[in-house]
């Protein structure tokens, strides 16, 4: 800690493992297949991690993203992103090198996809569970069959089942609601794969939120799980019930610059180009884009809501303190900001520290 | 724009040097020092077309930024952020080869600065004049001659002025509530100034929001102005009153990868790690994140409000349309979305695409 001198993303790697291990232990109790989301952490080192845990398939966002952890020796990957028809051929060549998945949602990408496709290809139809994103309604029966015959015109093309990511249980009011919003997406995914099983008899269910994965205990019918959150977690997974402060693995470190006495306001060096600008409501009814820990004589204490990042400018994040705390910062201090949304705020920070003092690389998509 | 299959910050070169060359004639006519805030772009490049209109002097808000610029030729430049005091080996090294200035607004930076400073190095006093995010309220005379006091006992050290950031003028809700803001920050920095004036005979003010700078026309006092955000300007911008659609110079262009017609909705590729998460109040009361413009018939079409950007997640846009114009959007289409705030946004891009298909580089600092 003593040499960071501006805002760096903190990971506890000791965490990151914990939190991998208990999902990989998760799956094997449940006869999952375990193919971890990586655009939480983007990074080929921390790709490794997962090796230990014996996972050998993956789950990215982007055509980019594949690109990157093929050339670290993933190749087995799923793209959970509706497919880009303009990047077909950069789909071509990475699947002349790894087992391949894309998501189709579409008859026109059916169609591109159908037309342009060179190489062995699996294909999961991405279905709308009630997270209203992306994904066809499940009782749009015939969309779907229109899909798999258009898929069914190029031989190298595979169905290989139905894929949902169940978004609206991070909109949960409760863990019960987290559980039953679980449970309704998977009975309309099992519905469906009972229609098409006499047809396709090797389709699978593939489910992807980390609410989900993390506390439900029904995976009936489900044949794989993508969760990527769950590496970090963060405040959001934390205010939903999901997770423990202890589970959250990344803090962004940041310095303090300015005391406002007149308002309890702290500066930091930390805005938005270094926390996401996510928020969740907080307390006192003001959105909070982060919960503070402090380092007082050796020990670290993660303090009240009433102390919070109450707002963030480009560089400038601005904590808003209890009157009793002011005095706890300096001009010079350190202090641990908890992520809201540790996968965006991860995308921003490029690279991350370790508790050891490790350096770790994430993915440039400069180039 | 044929060749972008992924999202893409395209820039206008010519609206831009519009906006430097508009911008740096008003400084001319106002005999005030133009020393542009670069951390809206970022980039060398973007930097050497403000030479053309004989800028000399920049503002950075990153001790990083400013090594940065430095490199690249600038060789006098103002970091308008709170001193960090973990970075004073960086800003000692960097005012032994540049004319450096840095902010000052409590006694424990002051203190650190006075102690540590081994190189020439000019001071600003950063005054809030308003925005309460961070500087010196005026009427603190007392602190201002604490701070002074600790500072007279480095002779490196240079006191420049007051500087201020009137950031309150975002928030306002007409041009006239931005003129009567500027004009109350103007006052207060020169009752300052008058104070001073007879001890320190140098002494400046320095002015920074590109609202003011862009539409008031009393400067009276005013020494030097910074604003940054008018090379690129954005929604949040027009909505203020401040520019026109066409004097904005940078889009996010993102390709069509999924429609929803029961619920009017385009699913694009370029979510929160492409835009920025600032929103604005849309007519309907819902939040949006972008504006967009469509291109048909080789023509290019600014919807209305009715159609906007409406949510992000980490790579996916949801676009939400009006019915009428739900079939003009296919698959596979480029859209162009104007940013709500085009430095956070630059910022997550990390580069940019010229009109002309140029490539331009920004910062890196991930190393």
Partial sequence: MTEI?????????????HNIERMAQKAKDFQLRFRP??????SAEIGDWFRIYGVEAITVSSVQMAEYFARYGWNDITIAFPLNVLEIINVNRLADNIKLNVLIENREAASALAIKTTHKIGVYIKIDTGSNRTGIEPSKISLINSILEILAENKKITFKGFLTHAGHTYSARSTNEIFSRHFDSLLKLRTLKQRYLSYYHNIEISIGDTPSCSICTNFSGVDEIRPGNFIFYDLMQQNLGVCSFEDIAVRMVCPVVAKHASRNEIVIYGGAIHHSQDSLLNIDGKQSYGRIVINKNNEKKLLSPRNYVARLSQEHGILKVSQKNFPLF?????VEIIPIHSCLTANLARKYLTTEGEEIEMINTRG
Same sequence: chains 1, 2.
């Fill in 330 to 334: 300096q001009v010079g201090d350190l």
């Fill in 5 to 17: 001198i501006r805002p760096t993303l903190v990971i506890d790697k000791g965490i990151c493992l």
């Fill in 37 to 42: 989301h990586f655009k939480t952490h983007q």
